[in-house]
């Protein structure tokens, strides 16, 4: 049994911060394993083998727009989060290797997105869920001490010209693209994540229960409570 918890729009460095307590939390047995689900304010990650020049915009132009850019401690290359794309962390203990949790992980939102009628696929050789020729989901993990850490970012109703500042995940002539471009419309980032929650159980194998993160609450979002610390 694991838990998960919905905890709205969350500002990137207090959510890595979360996630590395977690991960202790959960190595020395105080808490359960869980998968966190929320949103980022605009911000653009480099994983561990980013290409510092595939941020196409000095550092203060991008600030300039609203966007922060952060090193990060996941794998992969350069991606962009914003409001309206649903960003989830399973931190979760890996039972059978990283590549199992990734294909778990991609399954879920493969299979989400079928039931709107959207053929998408993993591919494992350019981490992602693809509609054709085009990314819908980025995934990167860190893994330590047998824990994982970061997960994936499904973009939903995403502004998608924040992709413009980079090359997603290193990736020239890749598309990026969205559910609201795909259909016309995308839910709620918090409708998709509870709509998530029976897929996750599914595909890892663990039942999940909802749960409150400590000092988070729907009145009081992390983001919030972060800032104003």
């Given at each position: 049994m694991?838990?998960?918890?919905?905890?709205g729009?969350?500002?990137?460095?207090?959510?890595?911060?979360?996630?590395?307590?977690?991960?202790?939390?959960?190595?020395?047995?105080?808490?359960?394993e869980?998968?966190l689900?929320?949103?980022?304010?605009?911000?653009?990650?480099?994983?561990r083998?980013?290409?510092?020049?595939?941020?196409?915009?000095?550092?203060?132009a991008?600030?300039?727009?609203?966007?922060?850019?952060?090193?990060?401690?996941?794998g992969?290359d350069?991606t962009?989060?914003?409001?309206?794309?649903l960003?989830?962390?399973?931190?979760?203990?890996l039972?059978?290797?990283?590549r199992?949790?990734?294909?778990?992980m991609a399954?879920?939102?493969v299979?989400w997105?079928?039931?709107?009628?959207l053929?998408?696929?993993?591919?494992?050789?350019?981490?992602?869920?693809?509609?054709?020729?085009?990314?819908?989901?980025a995934?990167?993990?860190?893994?330590?001490?047998?824990?994982?850490?970061h997960?994936?970012a499904?973009?939903?109703?995403?502004?998608?010209?924040?992709?413009s500042?980079?090359?997603p995940?290193?990736?020239?002539?890749?598309?990026v693209t969205?559910?609201?471009?795909?259909?016309?419309?995308?839910?709620p980032?918090?409708?998709?994540?509870?709509?998530?929650?029976?897929?996750?159980?599914k595909?890892?194998?663990?039942?999940?229960?909802?749960?409150r993160v400590p000092?988070?609450?729907?009145?009081?979002?992390?983001?919030?409570?972060?800032?104003?610390?």
């Amino acid at each position: 049994m694991a838990d998960w918890s919905w905890l709205g729009r969350v500002a990137y460095g207090p959510a890595l911060e979360l996630q590395e307590q977690i991960r202790n939390e959960i190595l020395v047995g105080r808490r359960r394993e869980i998968l966190l689900l929320l949103e980022h304010p605009a911000v653009i990650t480099l994983g561990r083998h980013a290409d510092p020049a595939h941020v196409l915009l000095p550092i203060p132009a991008l600030r300039a727009q609203g966007i922060e850019v952060c090193q990060t401690s996941r794998g992969g290359d350069v991606t962009f989060h914003g409001p309206g794309q649903l960003v989830g962390y399973p931190i979760f203990r890996l039972r059978r290797g990283v590549r199992a949790y990734m294909q778990a992980m991609a399954t879920s939102i493969v299979e989400w997105l079928a039931r709107l009628g959207l053929a998408a696929e993993w591919r494992a050789s350019t981490p992602g869920v693809w509609l054709a020729s085009e990314k819908i989901c980025a995934l990167g993990v860190q893994v330590r001490h047998g824990i994982a850490t970061h997960g994936f970012a499904l973009n939903l109703g995403v502004d998608l010209d924040g992709f413009s500042a980079i090359i997603p995940c290193g990736l020239r002539g890749a598309g990026v693209t969205s559910l609201a471009r795909q259909i016309g419309s995308a839910p709620p980032p918090e409708v998709v994540a509870r709509s998530l929650i029976g897929l996750f159980e599914k595909n890892f194998g663990v039942q999940l229960v909802e749960a409150r993160v400590p000092g988070c609450n729907r009145t009081a979002p992390l983001t919030r409570m972060m800032e104003a610390s």
